[in-house]
Structures are given as C-alpha cells and as structure tokens.
T-cell receptor, first 115, second 113 residues
Framework: GAGVSQSPSNKVTEKGKDVELRCDPISGHTALYWYRQSLGQGLEFLIYFQGNSAPDKSGLPSDRFSAERTGGSVSTLTIQRTQQEDSAVYLC?????????????FGPGTRLTVT | QQQVKQSPQSLIVQKGGISIINCAYENTAFDYFPWYQQFPGKGPALLIAIRPDVSEKKEGRFTISFNKSAKQFSLHIMDSQPGDSATYFCAASTDSGTYKYIFGTGTRLKVLA
C-alpha cells in the first residue's frame, strides 16, 4: 500500500515568512510524529499525535512552531516567522501504535531552506 | 539520560567485509531498539529492531547484538556491499507515553567496491 507522503518535497522561503508542511500518514495509522533532521545531525523529535488525545508538543523548539492533525489523518506543521536556523529536513512518520507495535514508517521529508 | 550515543560517525569498509556500528544508552526504561537506513534524499527506512528480552536478532546479512547489562547494542552488516552505502541511525523507545524515538547521531557507511 501507499507509504507516508509529504509535500512539498522542497521549500525555499525568505527569512520572516511563514511556511506550512504537509504529511499524509499511512491509512489506518493512528499515531503521527514529526521529526527534524538538521544537516549532518540526527533526528530530533518535534511533536506526536495519537487519535483524539492531546498532542505531545514537548519537542517543539519555540512557539513559532505549531502543528495540527485534522480528522485523525493529515497533519500540517506550521513554522511562523522562519529563521535561518529552521533550515532542515522535516520528516513525518506514522505508526499503528498498538501494544507492542512500535514501528514508525517515515516519509521522504520536506527540505526547508530559509534564505 | 535520554541520549543515545552512536559511533563511529563514519565508516569505510571493503566489499565483503563486516560493518559494525555501536550505540549506547542510559535510560533503562527503553525497551525497543530499531535501526534505520537512510539514503541521500530519502526518509529513513526501518532495517531491523530488537527488544531487550533477546541478545541477538538476525535478518539476512543484518544482525543486532544487544547487551542489556552494558546498555549497548550494535548493528553488524555481514558481507557488506556497495549498495549498503548509506547513513545508519540507531534509536531507542519506551512503551510509556508516546513511543517517540530517541535517535543516535548517525553513521555514514561507505562500502568500497
């Protein structure tokens, strides 16, 4: 079946502009994660959604970052007033989130460049 | 205590050789340890994973060795091939809360033909 999809694949924006990044998880997956991968770095957890529960926002680096998940499916990560340090690849992952089923499946990512 | 330390940062191996990547953790609550493979321009793909109730798991040429007492785990790639050249990430997760992954910093593997 279809995997996790993300759009756009690349985004170049000017400093100070707002951007929206989209994630379509695997159908039926109830859990959705956003991670950030900076150049040459590992993956940093940003936010987690599970069903109708309150999201875990503990990884968001500042209040310029927000995310929502509509209808338990598609998610949008919004970065307001972008800064150059926001340049990174933003990865989305989804999971069944059943007991013992921890596997997360990643999308191809959105490469964000802030000029 | 939430960190996962990964080494080496980069690795060059001859074709047919064994590639070994190591990870260490502090949080004893971690109970799921996956390895991901990432090619340039692609998202990470799950390679193999282990839980702490076993000391080794093998899938094809890929083996995870797990040492619970030392809080260490490693990925062994047997008969390494040029197509294995990629960046490898270890991660750890716990069954409490969000199941979010704590990732290592990655190992860039290059297998010479």
């Amino acid at each position: 079946g279809a995997g996790v999809s993300q759009s756009p694949s690349n985004k170049v924006t000017e400093k100070g502009k707002d951007v929206e990044l989209r994630c379509d998880p695997i159908s039926g997956h109830t859990a959705l994660y956003w991670y950030r991968q900076s150049l040459g770095q590992g993956l940093e957890f940003l936010i987690y959604f599970q069903g109708n529960s309150a999201p875990d926002k503990s990884g968001l680096p500042s209040d310029r970052f927000s995310a929502e998940r509509t209808g338990g499916s598609v998610s949008t990560l919004t970065i307001q007033r972008t800064q150059q340090e926001d340049s990174a690849v933003y990865l989305c992952a989804s999971s069944l989130r059943l007991a013992g089923a921890y596997e997360q499946y990643f999308g191809p990512g959105t490469r964000l460049t802030v000029t | 205590q939430q960190q996962v330390k990964q080494s080496p940062q980069s690795l060059i191996v001859q074709k047919g050789g064994i590639s070994i990547i190591n990870c260490a953790y502090e949080n004893t609550a971690f109970d799921y340890f996956p390895w991901y493979q990432q090619f340039p321009g692609k998202g990470p793909a799950l390679l193999i994973a282990i839980r702490p109730d076993v000391s080794e798991k093998k899938e094809g040429r890929f083996t995870i060795s797990f040492n619970k007492s030392a809080k260490q785990f490693s990925l062994h790639i047997m008969d390494s091939q040029p197509g294995d050249s990629a960046t490898y990430f270890c991660a750890a997760s716990t069954d409490s809360g969000t199941y979010k992954y704590i990732f290592g910093t990655g190992t860039r593997l290059k297998v010479l033909a």
